[in-house]
């Protein structure tokens, strides 16, 4: 029962801590416009299009080039071992 008296406290600090921060950011403009921002990510930006087309260094533009490829297996798959059919699991 004792602890109440320090859960309590503990808890309304945090809500007003809550209730602080999301002030906070609806006087920063957080809230603002949420439709827009949304529908930004679909939209397609110029700037990044132009960043993709060219690579930082020569190394970026010869790997973008070559498209990686999973090594080839040589000679043939191993096969899997066959199991024994019978009425006893144990030799």
Do not use: C
Not at 4 to 32: C, E, K, N, T
Not at 77 to 88: A, I, K, L
């Amino acid at each position: 029962m004792d602890i109440l008296y320090l859960l309590i406290p503990l808890s309304a600090l945090m809500v007003l801590l809550l209730i602080g921060v999301f002030g906070w950011a609806l006087h920063r403009g957080q809230f603002d416009d949420l439709e827009h921002e949304g529908a930004r990510i679909l939209q397609n930006d110029a700037s990044l299009t132009s960043a993709v087309a060219t690579p930082f260094d020569a190394g970026q533009a010869a790997a973008a080039a070559a498209p990686e490829q999973s090594p080839q297996r040589k000679g043939p798959m191993p096969q899997p071992t066959p199991t024994p059919t019978g009425s006893s699991i144990h030799p």
